[in-house]
């Protein structure tokens, strides 16, 4: 287990993620420097991951490091904007093989090529705790076209991308939680879990459609309640609308988690939850066909506060106090 | 020990730092907006630490926000930059008591306020390790007068602001390792240990003067070893113009670790070094007079690639191989 030199460490792994981008100078000086494009706005955001809560320590590192790319490039795709650079905190536990770092490193840089994000800078540490990683996305949007989550207005339609509850499915799967299921649709579910979409394209077509936007990072039932709070608005979702996947649907069936619960309450899904006005569905059919992602009508906005989920014959469902929370429990 | 909620402690202790800023969208959207203004270009740097590591776990938690900010504010000093922004992920250890966070987030305000810094966004999440903190702080400067280190040429004066070493010495009195200190220069050495002063006026007014620039955060030797090697070019230094504080010259006196070496060698001054003519000096000398902040000529750029320190009489003093280094010992 050779011992690493963080200065080594810097220039040998992480300099040629930074090549190619004249701002990130190397990785050599303090700082980095970027220009924002005329009549453009920058949107940044930061996500930390730990290891042990927000992936699992035997976690291939190469999709360790893409995840948190993902994760935050879905953050900027909740924006409408198109990503322009990151920087990457590093915490490395002490005496890590550099081996391991060697794939995070490898995966961090072909996320940073997909997603053509330069890697502008950072710092690198040792931690006698888990390994822990904050990265900071930077991207830009045209100023006034950003998506926000506080433009909810009643009567709109509630729209969520792709499917719902992977994610949350996934993690089981990735804990050896889910013997009892199919291999196709255990491996369907660990990859969605594993390597979120960011909706990038979703995200920049939805500018002057959508009202209110924002992934859902920590449950569909949770962060609609984050959309309709910063709207002063209600919300009511009726289940059997939710889009799920075929192997989500085999979850269920096998019991997994609390089953559909699960889906509507579980984290990681990083698809795109946004309203728009009734007017807008033919246009959302038309860009559901160009991008190939399915989009789905899943509820309503409401006047009020209340964020209702209503089952199949208009019962409604009670929730668990939704989304994912860190603390309190 | 009441239980913390991430999304309440966000919007009670958080988010009051980021009110008056309306592209921080009140921490309640993804992603933060942030116009630059016209002619100047973003500067972005993140640093991270961890308790036990780049601080001790029962230092006090406002001093410990304080710290952060300000060692990212040294890095955009020494590019020359203007403050513009900060993002903080926080890690808190699981259980951590509410009034900890509380001092934690009173310091972080104190110096957000000082410091003209709005509160762009972050992330919050419990951690099973110690605390750990990554921030990135956003700062603007006119384009094409930024400071780098990459400058320096042959000929230059080498320059360092304020005291050097006092930052290395007080880590012995924060350890309890300096009980034979006089408890004046204890308290002097210990403050400079935990509250950094980020020479942002220095850093601006030195774009268009120096050569080559950099904050002394890894040990002055170490640090000077970055310049020369971005630079292509070595360097003199002359310990006995190093300039010394009464209090750094009593923890020699005193013994305390390997007493110049250590303030030579030893971290977190975030004082700038920067290089710029001899033809400079007069201007130098008056930015000092105007600053109120001592600038001291310590050496010179020469030819070549060694970093050469030299005792008072012109002999040679071997260093250990320089700056602080956080994985191989």
Known sequence: MPALDEFELIRRLFAPLAAGHPGALGLADDAALVDCPPGRRLVLTTDAIVAGVHFLPDDPPDLIARKLVRVNLSDLAAM?????????????????????????????????????????GGDTVATPGPATFALTALGTVEIG??????GARAGDRLWVSGTVGDGAFGLFVARGEAKELATPHAAELLDRYRLPRPRLALGRALRGVAHAAMDVSDGLIGDLGHICETSGVGAIVEAARVPLSDAARAAIAAGLGQGLLTALTGGDDYELLFTAAPESDAKLGALSRDLGLRLAPIGGIIA??????EGPGGERLDMPRGGYRHFGR
């Not at 409408?80 to 490898?106: I, K, N, Q, T, Y």
């Not at 009020?304 to 989920?309: I, K, L, S, W």
Request: net charge negative.
């Open 80 to 120: 409408g904007a198109e990503p322009a650079g990151a920087l990457l905190a590093a915490c490395f536990p002490r005496g890590v093989d550099a081996s391991w770092v060697e794939r995070f490193a490898a995966g961090l840089g072909a996320d940073l090529t997909e997603f053509r994000l330069p890697l502008l």
């Open 145 to 150: 076209t950003e998506l926000r989550r506080s």
């Open 304 to 309: 009020g506060a209340e964020v209702r989920v």
